[in-house]
């Protein structure tokens, strides 16, 4: 008999080109896609469609602090109903992160590697890398979006879309990835006619309220307020460095959570002690944060900020 079988993907491009590699080779139940926040709701969602023996295979999605405990639990739910769960992803985990999965080794495999894309480890993984130009392109247009590279227009434009609009947008960009349509009509049409001259706009009014604060032990951050949701954090510090902008740290800031970013430290580790996480150049904290407590943590931080060897120390 057929394993049964759940992808779970995020559902930015990287999520997608993983989700879409995965729901082809295993035709799965079903294929969600999630936020980083609703994986413990969506993996118990799996487990119930799954029943028994099974397994769940999750990409692009980095297990959070604040939610360890309910993951503990659900890996012991997972190993009594006999489903393995493989999690691939190439966000930085915390050590306690890595500490709960390995007492699962029996029913979870994890593979992790921050240097390249979620959609390159599963191309890897599961034999797609040369076996058709569609997915080398889809790699590449992965890595152009998550390492902020946007050598192309169709990066920008599937960021922008997958944004601006919820889930069901999300799902229909993922069916348009199934059939190898890497530049559906429908998407291009919604760009020009809907998104791309507020989203533009959006950008400009974020930088002309931005801040400047110089912190007690030197750094200079730029801050920007209030920014709408749909607005991409790496797109407004993209364009407010090259609108001359610089700054040691970026510090985007939405209704619900904030946006880290830095070419000079490794905002994961400040986002890790403020129960967020991700990548050394970008990282992510959910929820209501005071700027106050960002601000403080980042000068006692200093010295173990400034380890890292690329400085621009302003
Ligand atoms: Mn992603």
Known sequence: MKKSRIVLSHWDIDGLASAAMLTEKYRPLKTILSSITAVPKNLLKAMDLIGEHGEIIVSDLNPQISYLKDLGEIFRLARDKDISITW?????????????????????????????????????????IDKDTFYKRLVELAVDDDFFLNKYELTI????????????????????LLHHDLEPL?????????????YENLIREAIARSDVINTRTGFKIIVFQDV?????????????????????????????????????????????LLGGGGHRNAAGIPGNIELS???SLIDNMKTRLLEVDKIVYS
Do not use: C
């Open 293 to 295: 407590s960002i601000l």
């Open 186 to 198: 429908w998407m291009k049409r919604l760009y020009r006619v809907e998104v791309k001259n507020l």
């Open 228 to 272: 709408d949701p749909r607005i991409h954090p790496g797109e407004v510090t993209w364009i407010a460095k090259k609108n001359g902008l610089i700054a040691d740290i970026y510090i985007v800031r939405y209704p619900r959570g904030v946006s880290l970013r830095s070419d000079a430290v490794d905002v994961s580790l400040i986002a890790r």
């Open 88 to 128: 691939i992803d190439h966000h930085e985990w915390d050590k306690q992160v890595y500490r709960l999965f390995s007492q699962y080794e029996d029913i979870v495999y994890y593979l992790v590697d921050t240097s390249t894309v979620a959609a390159e480890l599963v191309a890897i993984k599961y034999g797609f």
């Open 157 to 176: 434009m599937w960021r922008r879309i997958l944004r601006w609009y919820r889930w069901d947008t999300r799902y229909k960009a993922l069916k348009s």
